[in-house]
C-alpha cells in the first residue's frame, strides 16, 4: 500500500464511476446538492458518551479498536436482536461500553481466546439464528485477529498500535491493513479498489473521542474519503445524486442480498465515494471549505430520518460495513 492511500482510493473510485453501468452519478444533481449541504452548519459531533466508553487515555483507544474491529455488520442487522431504541451499531457499541464500565477494558487475552458464543453472550444475541451464528464468529475472528496482531507487532498493547502510526491517519490505516477483515479492498474488472471503511472510521473515531488532540492527533485527518457503506449510498440515491440501472433497483426492493465484492456493489460504493469527492469540490469552489469526513457525517445524520429508513437500502453480508 502507498503513502497516498487515500489519494489512491479517490483516483479508483473515479475509475469505477466513469465504467459503472448499474450504477450513475447524476452530474446534474451535484451543484444544487453542494448548495444544500454548504447551507449546513456541518458542524463535527460530539462524542457520544452515553453510547461509548470513556476512561483512562489507554482505555479509551483500547475501546475504540476493538469496537471498529467489529463495526461491520449491516447486512445482518435486520436479523440482530436491537436494544430498544437503538440501531445495530448502537446495540454493539453499548454492550461493549456497558462491559468496559463493569468488568474494565479487553485485554488481549480476552481477544486471542474470544469465540462466538462470547460474543453472543456480549452482545445479547441467540446463536440459533444462523446468520447471527455466523456473524458472531465473524466478530470472534476479528477480534483474534486483532489480538494476535497486538502481540506479534504492539506488545499486546491497543495505545502502542495507534502510537506507532506518529499522528498519520494514512499510517494507522497501513498498520491495521494487516488484518484480514480490515482489508478493505475489492477488485472490479481485475483492478484492486480500496476502501477501508472501518480502518478510516477509527481514525475519525479516535479524532472525536480526543478532540483531535493525544491518541486524536491526525495531521491528514481531513484527507479521509467517506466512510463507504450502505448508508450514505442510500441517502445520496434518494436525494437524486446517484441512480441505479431497474435491475439493481429490483433487487434492492425486494430485499436481496448483494455478494460483497460483486460489480453492483463495488459500484455503489465507488460511485458514492466519487459523487462526495465531487460535491466537495463544487463547496470548496464556493469558497467554503469542507472535507469528504465532514460531509460524510452531515450525509450519515440525514439517513437516520423516517424518510430514508423507510425505503430500502442494498443490503451485503460484508465484515466492511
Known sequence: MEDGVFDRIRWRCRDVADQAHRVRIVESAIAECARDLASLSLETPVYDDVLHFRGRPEDTVTYLVALDAVNFGSGYFPLLAKRPGHSGYGTIALALTERFRARGPLD??????????????????????????????????????????????????????????????????????????????????????????????????????????????????????????NLVPHVLRCDGILTYDEALARRIERGELLPSGSEEEVEIRACAVDAVERIALEIRRAGRPVTSRELDIALWNRGQSPRYKEAPRHRTRTTFY
Open 108 to 229: 488481549v487475552g480476552d481477544l486471542v481466546e474470544c469465540s462466538a458464543a462470547d460474543c453472543a453472550l456480549l452482545f445479547g444475541q441467540d446463536l440459533s439464528v444462523a446468520p447471527i451464528a455466523e456473524l458472531m464468529a465473524l466478530f470472534a475472528k476479528a477480534w483474534r485477529d486483532l489480538g494476535h496482531d497486538l502481540l506479534e507487532r504492539f506488545g499486546g498493547s491497543s495505545s502502542a498500535l495507534v502510537e506507532s502510526a506518529e499522528g498519520s491517519a494514512a499510517a494507522l490505516v497501513r498498520l491495521l491493513d494487516r488484518q484480514p477483515l480490515f482489508h478493505d479492498v475489492s477488485i472490479y474488472r481485475g483492478d484492486e479498489v480500496p476502501f477501508y471503511k472501518r480502518a478510516q472510521i477509527l481514525v475519525s473515531d479516535l479524532a472525536l473521542a480526543f478532540g483531535g488532540r493525544s491518541f486524536g492527533q491526525f495531521e491528514d485527518l481531513n484527507a479521509l474519503t467517506i466512510f463507504a457503506d
